[in-house]
């Protein structure tokens, strides 16, 4: 089976650029925002890896101004486009299990798990996992989570996130990827991530992957093996920043 793969250029994408320092600052009308997002989520309609392309846009600006009052973020690199494409994203393909992997301060987590939860909740998840390898950033991760979230629906774990994977026991229905680092591997311990999830993810799972385009020579056998002959049916990578979101469809 060969998988269906392409890639959505947003124009100027080029130019979109944050300071890491400065996580909350807008960088263009939130008007423009939604219009770029509104056209990424239309060619993942379809190339036919989300159902559909709308999702609710007030839910997400109160998922965003929640993030913004709850959560310490010394840096990222998640735009403001992209928080609300993933945050889209979750919200149409409504995971009943997500994790993400090397979630840092738990900025990426949230910006998945928040259409399950807080402020922006659309939907009901089962478990929403943000696993992270580095203690101290586990903790605050945590702690961030928790002020959004008191409830508990989602959990942050310290762990290598291949290991995690390895022993999850359940099927994963969205997989993101974000770790960067172990053992001198960078992000290609992505597709170490992936391999170990594989058996776990449904036919539908969906799996997404920050910084194919900034990242996209660290990432070839990454993108070789969601693109080339595999299991994955289609594959998008979505130009929205100079960052970069892979989403596929298993
Ligand atoms: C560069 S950060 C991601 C930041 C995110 N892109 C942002 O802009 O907010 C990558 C994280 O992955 C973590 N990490 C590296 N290898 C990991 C692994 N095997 N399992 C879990 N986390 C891992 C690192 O500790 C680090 O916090």
Redesign the pocket.
Known sequence: MTCLSGAFRAPGWENYRMDYRRPFRGLEPVEQEVAVIDRALEALRAAGILSRADYDLEAMLAHREGVRRAFDVPW???TPRMERLIYAINAIHRPRTMIA??I?CG??FICNAGAALGPGKSYDADDLVG????RA?AQRARDNVRRIDPGGTARVVAA???SFVTEYPDTIDLLYL?????GGRGKA?YLDILQAACQKLPRGALVLA?NTVNCADELAEYLHFVRGESAFHRSVNCFVDPEGLEVTLK
């Open positions: 990222t690199a998640i992997a090397g840092f900025f990426t696993v992270e390898i580095d950033e290598d996130a291949v974000d770790a960067d680092g172990t311990v920050h």
